[in-house]
């Protein structure tokens, strides 16, 4: 079976993706526990960590704790795609791409009030998480928690 040129450069693209990510997991490991908890602590988007502390600190008054999310375990065990979560929109398509990093959600998605298109930060939240575990507990897929707050937001 012959395969076109541009099947082998998408392949390759994948694999440097694939390596770049491996390798920050790697060293995000082999930093010491310390470091971790430093960076991770009130971070939104700390690069390279598998553990993040997705905070309420950008609200006037914190009804609700922080919730605690893992990369690791939405990539691996769920299958969820850097895509899902991540963006960048431009004429409708995204364009975020890994190597050019994250921003906090609340650059784009104010806490208190719909933005342009871009809704409000608590509602961007349950878009993606709350609705991504709903559908899929609706498919019968292995998923995390979505009816109460208390489930997935620590006790403050």
């Not at 700390?46 to 609200?59: F, K, R, T």
Request: proline residues 3%; neutral net charge; aromatic residues 8%.
């Amino acid at each position: 079976m012959r395969v076109k040129g541009s099947v082998w450069v998408f392949i390759l693209a994948i694999a440097i993706v694939f390596t770049i990510a491996m390798v920050g997991n790697i060293r995000a490991a082999g930093d010491s526990k310390e470091s971790e908890e430093k960076t991770v602590e009130g971070s939104e988007g700390a690069q390279g960590l598998d553990l993040m502390i997705i905070s309420n600190d950008v609200y006037e008054k914190d009804r609700k704790g922080p919730v605690t999310f893992s990369h690791r375990k939405h990539a691996k065990d769920y299958g969820i795609s850097c895509w899902d979560c991540h963006h960048v929109y431009e004429d409708g398509v995204n364009t975020w791409s890994p190597w050019e990093g994250a921003e906090k959600c609340s650059e784009c998605h104010d806490p208190d009030e719909k933005m342009d298109e871009a809704v409000k930060l608590q509602t961007a939240y349950h878009i993606n998480c709350k609705n991504c575990h709903k559908t899929m507990a609706g498919e019968k897929k292995k998923t995390g928690p979505y009816r109460k707050c208390l489930t997935c937001h620590q006790k403050k």
